[in-house]
């Protein structure tokens, strides 16, 4: 007997890191002297950010955060979404909700009190683009079962989680009991690896979930689908986990990105870009653009070239959101 759900009022609704980033021009000695791997992501304490925020050089502070980034993706290309982050009674707790807000987005997670701050993304963005990420999540990643609003996941078609949420146990019993209230209502559940430093972490829990059929559509990069099954041989990995999802989405940079859903492959190349600046958030909208074009009922192959311009905007400029009007961008391509 087939059960009928009522339509969703929201494209997606994505839980994920709430984050204040702050972008800074750095150059290889610099990365030398902190002893920084450049192009990596890192998670530091309260006390190395502060030393490392004083070195920076002068830089941007936007809200941000992976889930968040592409729900702002998704704000500019007329979506209509909701997020749940956790931040603090504090100023960068304000920063963030006044950003995504104003984007367009729905939040509305009460801010914590007690004293752990706001998390922050120290990011060095080196001459040829490449970001190097010093992460102090703060309270961000102490999201629990009361913040989860089972109305608004209910409300959506969509719930998209970021892989960066899994270091604490209550953290991961909450996101369980948001993809439990997803599937009941009818809806699809998105997950993004984040990056292979969490895949690396985390490595049994995601296969764990791709085995329950927990997730309905993966997106990852290359290298981390070659982390998530410790493999160098990149149409391995594909043949690998293509099979146990619905949907498989992947990035491969200058390479531009495939998805196999049905085991049909389908490809699109990268946008041209003139320069890359800074490949900050470049993955975050690629998935904004591919859920939009998914959200209007596209084809996975436009769906794709959505995500290739969104993604060639982004790391056009500092920062992880876009500066432009990506429907313009997009007008007359899918």
Same mark, same amino acid.
């Given at each position: 007997?087939?059960?009928?759900?009522?339509?969703?009022?929201?494209?997606?609704?994505?839980?994920?890191?709430?984050?204040?980033?702050? =972008?800074?021009?750095?150059?290889?000695?610099?990365?030398?002297?902190?002893?920084?791997?450049?192009?990596?992501?890192?998670?530091?304490?309260?006390?190395?950010?502060?030393?490392?925020?004083?070195?920076?050089?002068?830089?941007?502070?936007?809200?941000?955060?992976?889930?968040?980034?592409?729900?702002?993706?998704?704000?500019?290309?007329?979506?209509?979404?909701?997020?749940?982050?956790?931040?603090?009674?504090?100023?960068?707790?304000?920063?963030?909700?006044?950003? =995504?807000?104003?984007?367009?987005?729905?939040?509305?997670?009460?801010?914590?009190?007690?004293?752990?701050?706001?998390?922050?993304?120290? =990011?060095?963005?080196?001459?040829?683009?490449?970001?190097?990420?010093?992460?102090?999540?703060?309270?961000?990643?102490?999201?629990?079962?009361?913040?989860?609003?089972?109305?608004?996941?209910?409300?959506?078609?969509?719930?998209?989680?970021?892989?960066?949420?899994?270091?604490?146990?209550?953290?991961?019993?909450?996101?369980?009991?948001? =993809?439990?209230?997803?599937?009941?209502?009818?809806?699809?559940?998105?997950?993004?690896?984040?990056?292979?430093?969490?895949?690396?972490?985390?490595?049994?829990?995601?296969?764990?979930?791709?085995?329950?059929?927990?997730?309905?559509?993966?997106?990852?990069?290359?290298?981390?689908?070659?982390?998530?099954?410790?493999?160098?041989?990149?149409?391995?990995?594909?043949?690998?986990?293509?099979?146990?999802?619905?949907?498989?989405?992947?990035?491969?940079?200058?390479?531009?990105?495939?998805?196999?859903?049905?085991?049909?492959?389908?490809?699109?190349?990268?946008?041209?870009?003139?320069?890359?600046?800074?490949?900050?958030?470049?993955?975050?909208?690629?998935?904004?653009?591919?859920?939009?074009?998914?959200?209007?009922?596209?084809?996975?192959?436009?769906?794709?070239?959505?995500?290739?311009?969104?993604?060639?905007?982004?790391?056009?400029?500092?920062?992880?959101?876009?500066?432009?009007?990506?429907?313009?961008?997009?007008?007359?391509?899918?």
């Amino acid at each position: 007997m087939t059960v009928a759900h009522a339509p969703a009022v929201l494209d997606v609704v994505a839980i994920g890191n709430a984050l204040v980033d702050v =972008i800074a021009q750095a150059d290889e000695a610099f990365l030398a002297a902190e002893q920084l791997d450049k192009g990596s992501m890192r998670l530091v304490d309260a006390r190395r950010a502060e030393e490392l925020y004083s070195r920076m050089a002068p830089g941007l502070e936007a809200s941000g955060g992976s889930a968040a980034n592409t729900l702002a993706g998704m704000a500019n290309l007329g979506r209509k979404c909701g997020f749940i982050g956790q931040v603090a009674d504090d100023q960068l707790g304000e920063v963030f909700a006044h950003d =995504i807000r104003a984007v367009g987005v729905n939040f509305s997670t009460p801010a914590m009190t007690g004293g752990v701050p706001t998390g922050r993304c120290l =990011i060095l963005v080196t001459p040829d683009g490449q970001r190097t990420m010093n992460t102090s999540l703060g309270v961000a990643n102490s999201l629990y079962a009361s913040a989860i609003d089972q109305a608004l996941i209910e409300s959506a078609a969509v719930l998209y989680l970021e892989g960066y949420l899994w270091d604490l146990p209550e953290t991961r019993a909450a996101l369980a009991t948001a =993809i439990k209230i997803a599937h009941t209502a009818g809806r699809k559940v998105a997950f993004t690896l984040s990056d292979a430093f969490c895949v690396g972490r985390y490595r049994d829990d995601f296969k764990a979930m791709l085995a329950a059929g927990d997730i309905d559509i993966l997106f990852c990069n290359e290298g981390e689908i070659l982390a998530l099954i410790e493999h160098d041989d990149f149409d391995a990995a594909v043949a690998q986990v293509a099979p146990q999802v619905p949907m498989l989405v992947c990035t491969r940079g200058e390479h531009g990105a495939i998805a196999v859903t049905g085991g049909v492959i389908t490809h699109v190349p990268a946008e041209p870009i003139a320069k890359v600046v800074d490949t900050t958030g470049a993955g975050d909208l690629f998935a904004a653009g591919f859920l939009a074009g998914q959200a209007d009922g596209l084809s996975v192959h436009a769906s794709l070239t959505m995500g290739a311009i969104a993604a060639a905007e982004v790391i056009s400029h500092y920062g992880p959101r876009p500066e432009t009007d990506l429907t313009a961008l997009i007008a007359g391509r899918v």
